[in-house]
């Protein structure tokens, strides 16, 4: 296994990270160690969480998938992992309504709280990646990275990096680091997969041009990839929960990953992945990690037997002819011109 390091951090990084927004939510505390110890046992040593996991958002579980992680990690030699998790505010409504008291704005107030927070859930004195879980829309971005790097400064986070980011609200922040002196973003978690690669355009120019690295998320698209959506339109799962939400922006990443177009796309995948020998959920996965401006892609699980198929794309390496193939699905199908 090739190991890759963020950005210009010291972390270095196996080239699948396993995420965890599904543990208390999805799968019990059990279950969650059986998939933490076989992705640990596959050689990943990198494992993302949050502040407001699990998903589907809960009230009543806000924080549990954190706690979960931190009495597994009990059982590891810590500096053996690199363990990241995320700062939510006020764009967090998207997922999670205000449900608690400071859970308002991305500003120093609740910067220092919220890793004091994570760092007793996860139960250690330092986090390896410490991120933006949105961009905040409220406090300028010079307070947030002044509240950031008094943590570097501080030994309770080694590194920052920001997720759900445009590229221009990236490139600000890194300037206001480069000016102020203040410790910048090494990586920049977005979505990004066979079905939207909006990522090769902006983004991917932002992380080579300043050495930043992609950590990409649902590279199954929410499961569709998986081809379980093509084979039964009503399956259960997140997104029929999500369709049916009062919530406006899940009904919208639900329509945008669940429809004509991308069930189309995902039919050619399969077909192509079939004729290649290869599970399909393999192929996006690799398909995802392969660019040189991604450092690790995040992957998910409810169950341990979910995983194999997702770690076997640790040794898979698509051909061009392959590569081709899925290009000319996503030139055709997904965005037909004429």
Known sequence: MQFRYIGRSGLRVSPICLGTMTFASQCDEAEAFRIMDKAYEAGINFFDTAELYPVP???????ETERIVGRWLKTKPRESIILATKVAGAASGWLVPPIRHGLTAIDRFHIERAVEGSLKRLGTDYIDLYQMHWSDTVVPIEESLRA????VQSGKVRYIGTSNDTAYGTTKALMVSRYEKYARFES???????LNRRALDEIAALCRGEQ??????????GGVLSGKYNQNHRAKGRFSDYMASSNKRQRLMAARFMNEKTLASTQEYLRIAHEAG??????????SKQFDFVASTIIGATSAEQLDASLAALHVTLSSDLLKACDNVHAHTLYPMG
Do not use: C, K, R
């Open 57 to 63: 958002p809960d009230a009543a579980l806000v924080g």
């Open 148 to 151: 950031f790097d008094a943590l």
């Open 188 to 194: 920049i978690q977005n979505n990004f997969s066979l």
């Open 212 to 221: 930043i690295s992609l950590l990409p998320y649902s590279p199954l698209a």
């Open 278 to 287: 290869l599970d399909p959920v393999t192929m996006a996965i690799a398909w």
